[in-house]
């Protein structure tokens, strides 16, 4: 060793601890099955870079939240990759610790004397799902809005310390910009640092207690190094290449702007939690709080207890009846919940019945629009949103996915026209100026030739139609016309080009470390 780093290493023994560390023998040999703590702190330690990446493009305020979060998605180079792999680590990691957990518990992991390695693990497990929901709505777009909202509900209806925790994690009663200012701090800040604390001490128990092991005994044992780090690398360059063939392939969701007065939205949480949103749809008002505190307190509870109520030495699966029963119970219910609760909360729309009525004279604006880009033309609308919104508002004259016009005496074609295909006029294969066309008729309205029984009416002067619902809708008319709203402008390198080079990156690395572990055997 250098001088130099003589000196650091009696001062700071890093390289003693490493070498402890590789050092350390791995009960049972090295197995992938060890391989889910390691993943979840790559998962972490992703979305720590990923987003203080973001930081420098996020603007935390109801006015620019949405369009900062899209400058740095369709405009920034490699924002896409940045936010995707933000996006989908979140979730990624929410679902290795639950695996984690569950591998834990199916080994019986959490027996002596390794009970607080559990407890730690249960709580980095709260802390995750705190910071997946606290993630969602910074984007403020519609989604993330509406979660607020459930969530702002749901803690307001705590008893007691309701008020308390609604101003604590969502600033008050109106859900705005104390909102998003609150749910940055708990999101960046705050959470984070639990997390790192927990993890830090999760591994800290996990070297002074040990490895549990399989379950069945077994004198074999192997070396950390490089046994265990060869499978930690494979599982990486997996995670790795997951995380950037999901960035790639699929766009981070766009939901259209947050939109406080559309009531058309049909809110439902992030997945992880539709179990919970779908049991408060089974209690009463006045069991409400069963809900939304008890089942939670006394689950999370039960988890924590685990090592207590299972005290007996035997971690095979096969003589542990009861808790497995317990568990399979309790995990088809979770899953059994979530499933009915993402098939009921789907958004919707029924389309009015009947003729339309003639279209009255005052809801058709003849003034030309102001001067400038309207707010909706220059907004990236949710195409999914704007479905709905079609189906409330247009079909009823324009037909279902805007095909089949209904008649319209007196116009040039005898019906109101069909906007799939829509009329070559207005369309572009610029999806900023096909917007652009059609703004101005949906803002304005339009008044066919000779005397029609319908005319177009306005729908933005009006203020028949929100300029994010607007927005909406003119995804939506994209979309069925071919053409995309969101368009990646300087991806740096494009998303799909970019997944190979790091596929065949990452094939090396696997190659490789299978090579070395076929040389170690």
Known sequence: MSRMGDWFEKRLPVAAGMRRMLDEEVPGGARFAYTLGSATLLTFVVLAVTGIAQLFFYVPTTAQAYDSLNFLRFQVPFGWLVHGLH?????????????????????GAFKK???????????????TLGAFF???????????????????????????????????????????????????????????????????????????????????????????????????????????????????????????????????????????????FQTLKYLPGSLEPLGTVGVPFLGTLLLLAVPWLDRSERRSPAK????????????????????????????????????????????????????????????????????????????????????????????????????NPIDPSLKSKDSQKFVDLIDEVIQNGSVPDGTPRLSMPSFGNTYAMSQQQISDVEAYVLQINGVQRVVISRPGVKPLTFLWITLIGLGVVVVASGVAMVQRR
Request: include cysteine; charged fraction near 10%; aromatic fraction near 8%.
């Open 320 to 419: 542990r009846p009861v808790a497995m029963a317990v568990f399979a119970v309790i995990v088809l219910a979770v899953v059994g919940l979530s499933v009915i609760g993402a098939q009921s909360t789907q958004e919707g729309g029924t389309a009015p019945s009947g003729p339309p009525p003639a279209t009255p004279a005052a809801s058709i604006v003849s003034t030309p629009p102001g001067p400038g880009p309207s707010l909706a033309s220059h907004t990236i609308g949710g195409a999914s949103h704007g479905a709905t919104l079609f189906v409330a508002y247009c079909q009823q004259c324009h037909g279902a996915r805007g095909v089949g016009g209904v008649k319209n005496a007196g116009s040039s074609d005898g019906t109101v026209p069909e906007i």
């Open 113 to 127: 004397p390794r009970e607080l390695t559990w407890v730690l693990g249960v709580l980095l497990m709260l802390a």
């Open 87 to 107: 996006y989908w680590a979140a979730t990624v990691m929410v679902v290795l610790v639950l695996l984690h957990l569950i591998q834990a518990f199916l080994w």
């Open 134 to 276: 606290t993630g969602g709505p910074l984007a403020w777009d519609e989604k993330g809005f509406w979660a607020a909202k459930v969530g702002s509900g749901i803690a307001g209806g705590v008893p007691v310390l309701g008020g308390l925790a609604r101003q604590l994690f969502f600033g008050g009663v109106t859900v705005g910009q104390l909102t998003i200012s609150h749910l940055f701090g708990w999101h960046v800040a705050l959470i984070p640092i639990v997390i790192a604390v927990i993890l830090w001490a999760h591994l800290s128990a996990f070297r002074r207690g040990g490895a549990a092991g399989p379950v069945k005994a077994s004198e074999r044992v192997g070396a950390f190094w490089p046994d265990q780090v060869l499978r930690d690398l494979i599982v990486f360059a997996v995670v790795i290449g997951l995380l950037v063939a999901l960035s790639a392939v699929f766009m981070t969701p766009v939901t259209g702007p947050a939109d406080p007065i559309d009531a058309t939205y049909v809110a439902r949480p992030e997945w992880s939690f539709l179990f919970l």
